[in-house]
Every structure is written in structure tokens, then in C-alpha cells.
């Protein structure tokens, strides 16, 4: 039998706990904005609107302030750094790193998402998007963008996309300033992009009639159904003016390409593989990199240095399920806008 003196020494000691100098948080203005992407008055803005949710109670234990936290996201969400590098960059554990971004992102969405994120109601976006190419009433542009992220320990066969990665399609519409109006981030990447749409709320308003405008419009790739108020490209033209349509939707949809490049270029963890474990906070961190894209637009300005490898549009598979839910008439209409311009 064993001693008590046995069972004392095979009981382990509890380690003392070691606070490490918190770093590299207070920057000049350059070095904040390449490390952050975004200044001190943005950062400002965003406190202002999420202190209450992050901030601690007490200082025991060398808390973080609101700004050391939102700081550490924006670091995170810039950098894609595994959580110990992001800890070493700014003197915390892991630990610390995980909890603080869960906690940021999650009051980001809750707070600012849905006030940022929207569609404008007024007739500016069409009049910017007609000087693009000449195509008429178009509200917005719509794609999805597969979001690599680590293999999941549940359903994993559900998250390989068409290129055999782990991904998540996020469905976006995008407008013209590059900013999103819309952002649904729940389908693994397995899931094809007229079936993320047809399950969002997105589409349930556009069925029920909703519209930013009057007759508005969304324009699309090959792989989405045509309706009254969805326009994908014409598959097989036979006329000019066809062609002519084509030409002005595919300049057009554009800008969404570029708005990706904007976002992907400003937070590289959506341009890499995303190093969280579990996929609905990889969905959280989409959204939440979303309004933080739309804000900062609203702060800069559209950037100029947007990647060019962003730019190509790239093409969906067509889905032949959705053939039998097409209607043609409003694509017409628009053709005949390009017929009368001949």
C-alpha cells in the first residue's frame, strides 16, 4: 500500500504563474497602421462601440485593456499567425490570444455587422455601377469565395470544396466602392454557391419582392439561375447585342473580384488557411473581417494598390438543378437596352 508520504510526493506541484511584459501595443502611426491595417481613429471608433462588451471588470491578474484586446484581434486577423506567435509579438499565452480574439470578434459582429453591412437604399449604387460598363439597375454584385481553413474533426468530407481543400464558401454581394452589402458565411466549401443562396435570407427578401430601388438587379456568374432580378451571363450568345450585354456584365463584375483583393489583402487570414479549429468561428471571423473592411472604406477611401491577381472573374460550375426555376424576362429587357444602343 502506499504511504501518505508516497502520495505527497506524487502530487505536482502547482506552477507559479508568470506575467510577461505586455509589448509593442503603443506604435507611431506608421508602424500601427502596418501592423493593425487600420489607425488610431478607426481603432478609436471601434472601441467606442464595443468597450462595454470586452472590457474587464478588474485589473487582477495584469488584465488587457479594451485596446490591448482589440489590438491583438486586428493582429491576429492581419497576420494569420498561430496564436503563440501572435502571444510572442505582444509578450501573452495562447490562451490569453484565443480567448481575447473570440471575444472581440464576437462583439464586433454583434455591435457593428448589421449596421455596416446593408444594402443602400437609394438609386447612387446604380447610377456607380452604369458608369462602369453601361449596364442598367444593378443593385449589386454576387459571388462566393472559398475561405481555406484547418480540417475540421467533425463532418470533415462536408468541408473539402472542388480544388480538394478544406474551405468555407461564403457567399458576398458586393458594391461599387468595393464595400460588401451582403455577407453569408455558413456552407462548408462542399456546398455550391446557388445552394448557399437559395438557403440565405438574401434570397428570401428578392423572392418576396423586396428591392433597394425599383426593378434592381444582381448580376452573377454562369453559376447562378437567371430570374427576375439575378442576371448571370448569357452561356451561348447568338446576337450583338448579346455579346455586347456580355462584355458590359463581365466588366462590371469586376469589382467584386477587386473587392475580394481589397479584403483578402487587408486581412491575410482570409487569404491563407484560417488557424482556428472550429468552423463556425471561422464563419465568425468572416463576417466580423467584413464589417472591418466596410468600415475602413468608409475611413480611407477605396485603396489603390489592390493585387491584380484578384482582378480575373472567376467562372462557377453551372448547376443544371436550378434549370427549371429560370426566367428570362428581365435578362431580355436588359439585352434590349443593349439592342437599342446599336
Known sequence: MESDSDVEDMQVERRERVFKQRINFYLDENEHKERFRID??????????????????????????????????????????????????????????????????????????????KFPMNENTAQK????????????????????IQSPKEHE?????????????????????????????????????????????LFDLFEHGWRPFPSAVILGDSGYPCNEWLIPPVRATQTQAEENFNRAHKSTRCAIERAFGCLKQRFSCLETTLRVKSPEFACEIIKCCTALHNLSIQFYGVPDDIPN?????????????????ENFNRRQQLIQYFRDQM
Open 309 to 325: 491577381n484578384h482582378v480575373i472573374v472567376q467562372e462557377e460550375i453551372y448547376n443544371p438543378i436550378e434549370a427549371a426555376m
Open 157 to 201: 468530407h462536408q468541408f473539402v470544396d472542388r480544388f480538394g481543400d478544406h474551405s468555407i464558401n461564403a457567399m458576398f454581394v458586393c458594391g461599387p466602392n468595393l464595400e460588401f452589402l451582403c455577407c453569408s458565411a455558413r456552407y462548408p466549401g462542399s456546398v455550391h454557391d446557388s445552394r448557399v443562396l437559395r438557403n440565405s435570407l
Open 40 to 117: 488610431n481613429n478607426m481603432v478609436n471608433y471601434v472601441l467606442s462601440r464595443i468597450n462595454d462588451r470586452i472590457q474587464h471588470s478588474t485589473k487582477r491578474n495584469f488584465t488587457l485593456d479594451s485596446r490591448q484586446q482589440l489590438l491583438l484581434c486586428l493582429r491576429f486577423l492581419s497576420s494569420n499567425g498561430f496564436y503563440h506567435l501572435t502571444g510572442d509579438a505582444h509578450g501573452l499565452h495562447k490562451s490569453t490570444v484565443c480567448r481575447v480574439i473570440q471575444s472581440v470578434v464576437r462583439a464586433i459582429n454583434d455591435t457593428i455587422f448589421n449596421e455596416v453591412v
Open 129 to 148: 455601377f452604369f458608369a462602369i460598363a453601361n449596364m442598367p439597375s444593378v443593385c449589386g454584385l454576387i459571388d462566393g469565395s472559398l475561405i481555406k
